[in-house]
């Protein structure tokens, strides 16, 4: 199906900064244009790694006003423990709605988490990692602001695109149509300016995480800017082929 033309976002993940100058980083992308900063939470235990807990978030908002977006890749215990936390320290500077995305696999009350991350003061959002089929969350579509579609396992950065991710994208995008739900499909996992957001974005994305495809530029900015031409070309229907 033709997707809906929805705003263009480009999201990095600060995954492959560093994390020794994370407020300088945060400061460097919000000047390179970019719509939100997501912070990969990892536990060592939903995802062999472990990185950012809520002090760190915070301490990155006095470096700059652009919405952050924080992907809670952790176990149930650790998401409905630390939820607060987390949902506080991703807030804008004015006390605005930050993205919280919690993992469908993680939280068998996965109702109960969005419901309190809305209550918090929070923006509700969802993720499915590659192998989980889109009606996992079509029973919670009516709760969140977000979907995050997994084009790699979680857990490391620099992963190879997984292409089979397209229909669920196409799948995701009908039912929201249908359902007349203002939802936003995001996409994370190696996402760069070339056929991967091309294609995403033709499928129904509009929301695209990139770390090392925007980092790996000679400047954030033109990182940003390329990736948000391609997916633009893309949602004008210039949708750029996968090499063969």
């Given at each position: 199906?033709?997707?809906?033309?929805?705003?263009?976002?480009?999201?990095?993940s600060?995954?492959?900064?560093?994390?020794?100058?994370?407020?300088?980083?945060?400061?460097?992308?919000?000047?390179?244009?970019?719509?939100?900063?997501?912070?990969?939470v990892?536990?060592?235990?939903?995802?062999?790694?472990?990185?950012?807990?809520?002090?760190?978030?915070?301490?990155c908002?006095?470096?700059?006003?652009?919405?952050?977006?924080?992907?809670?890749?952790?176990?149930?215990?650790?998401?409905?423990?630390?939820?607060?936390?987390?949902?506080?320290?991703?807030?804008?500077?004015?006390?605005?709605?930050?993205?919280?995305?919690?993992?469908?696999?993680?939280?068998?009350?996965?109702?109960?988490?969005?419901?309190?991350?809305?209550?918090?003061?929070?923006?509700?959002?969802?993720?499915?990692?590659?192998?989980?089929?889109?009606?996992?969350?079509?029973?919670?579509?009516?709760?969140?602001?977000?979907?995050?579609?997994?084009?790699?396992?979680?857990?490391?950065?620099?992963?190879?695109?997984?292409?089979?991710?397209?229909?669920?994208?196409?799948?995701?995008?009908?039912?929201?149509?249908?359902?007349?739900l203002?939802?936003?499909?995001?996409?994370?996992?190696?996402?760069k300016?070339?056929w991967?957001?091309?294609?995403?974005?033709?499928?129904?994305?509009?929301?695209?995480?990139?770390?090392?495809?925007?980092?790996?530029?000679?400047?954030?900015?033109?990182?940003?800017?390329?990736?948000?031409?391609?997916?633009?070309?893309?949602?004008?229907?210039?949708?750029?082929?996968?090499?063969?």
């Amino acid at each position: 199906m033709a997707p809906t033309h929805r705003s263009i976002q480009i999201i990095p993940s600060v995954l492959p900064a560093n994390w020794a100058e994370m407020g300088q980083c945060v400061k460097d992308l919000e000047d390179a244009g970019v719509d939100r900063i997501q912070f990969d939470v990892m536990d060592g235990n939903f995802v062999p790694n472990l990185t950012f807990g809520p002090e760190l978030i915070k301490a990155c908002r006095k470096y700059c006003d652009v919405p952050f977006e924080t992907q809670l890749m952790v176990s149930q215990y650790n998401c409905e423990t630390m939820l607060d936390a987390y949902v506080e320290a991703t807030k804008g500077p004015k006390g605005e709605p930050g993205v919280v995305i919690a993992h469908v696999e993680a939280n068998t009350h996965l109702h109960r988490v969005l419901g309190r991350i809305r209550q918090l003061g929070g923006s509700p959002s969802v993720a499915m990692n590659p192998h989980t089929p889109m009606e996992m969350v079509k029973n919670v579509l009516d709760m969140v602001d977000h979907v995050l579609v997994m084009t790699v396992n979680p857990g490391f950065g620099g992963q190879a695109y997984i292409p089979t991710m397209l229909d669920k994208i196409s799948e995701l995008r009908k039912a929201i149509v249908e359902r007349d739900l203002n939802v936003d499909i995001e996409v994370d996992g190696g996402i760069k300016a070339n056929w991967t957001i091309s294609q995403c974005c033709a499928a129904g994305a509009n929301c695209f995480i990139a770390g090392s495809g925007m980092f790996a530029y000679p400047t954030l900015k033109e990182g940003c800017d390329d990736l948000r031409r391609v997916a633009a070309e893309a949602q004008a229907g210039k949708v750029l082929p996968q090499p063969s």
